[in-house]
């Protein structure tokens, strides 16, 4: 079967949409014949990746992507933005198969350092964000009969780093929390996976994804992850996969 035919008319939701991880998954599902919410805080950052998503678009399938591409303004650190991205993805494309977890932030200094309000902000987006759509997702999930859940995480949850103690706790506790979701919702046909890519060519934390990139994962090595996770036969699932440049620069 190939990925086309198995994602059309499939509905996936992923938040951090517009940019990086995001916005290469939300292009590849696209490509693949999904119809596509995209959430993100920037409104403008979300009108900039749907006219590129489009003119992407332009050489394949007739008029572009069109009415599967649906965008919604919010933070999925707020639990009435996630409510209006659930109900409004529904509302538009008649339910929901598949949910990518992606949005993430990272705010960097030793703990000693590092201010209160960047700690919850850092757990608030890249734990509880998580908790919040994926709590509201389910139902429709379930309502479907199944679908997929794929959590962005980063390899930093398992090496921790200097400066990095809020980012690298965040990461590891959605680990452990796609682990217990992974187990509790297999029985109802929904599918639970995480990818931890290493260091990628984007544009987190304020970094330019041209600086230094050439060694470095694309966002869209990560994207091709997902949607191989998406095709992957039902009766196996990869549930972590751990993704890392293949010859970083050599240190020392």
Not at 52 to 71: H, S
Not at 190 to 210: D, K
Request: charged share 20%.
């Amino acid at each position: 079967m190939t990925e086309n035919a198995q994602l059309d008319g499939k509905v996936a939701i992923v938040t951090g949409g517009s940019k990086g991880i995001g916005r290469s998954t939300a292009a590849a599902l696209l490509a693949a014949g999904a119809r596509v919410a995209i959430f993100g805080r920037s409104a403008s950052a979300l009108k900039e990746a749907a006219a590129e998503l489009a003119k992407e678009a332009g050489g394949g399938r007739a008029g572009g992507y069109g009415e599967r591409l649906l965008t919604v303004e919010g933070d999925v650190a707020s639990e009435q933005d996630v409510v209006k991205l659930i109900n409004q993805t529904v509302e538009k494309f008649g339910g929901l198969d598949i949910l990518v977890n992606n949005a993430g932030i990272g705010r960097f200094a030793n703990i000693a350092d590092m201010s209160t309000e960047d700690w919850h902000a850092i757990l608030d987006t890249n734990l509880t964000g998580v908790f919040f759509v994926t709590r509201a997702a389910l139902p429709h999930l379930k309502q479907r009969g199944g679908g997929y859940i794929i959590n962005i995480s980063s390899l930093a949850s398992t090496q921790a780093f200097a400066g990095g103690g809020a980012y690298c706790a965040s990461k590891a506790a959605l680990n452990s929390f796609t682990d217990a979701l992974m187990i509790e919702t297999r029985q109802d046909n929904i599918r639970v996976s995480q990818v931890l890519p290493g260091s990628t060519a984007t544009e987190f934390n304020n970094n330019s994804p041209a600086t230094g990139a050439d060694w470095k994962l694309s966002p869209d090595d990560v994207a091709r992850v997902v949607v191989d996770l998406l095709g992957h036969p039902s009766r196996s699932l990869p549930s972590r996969v751990e993704l890392r440049p293949s010859k970083p620069p050599k240190k020392g």
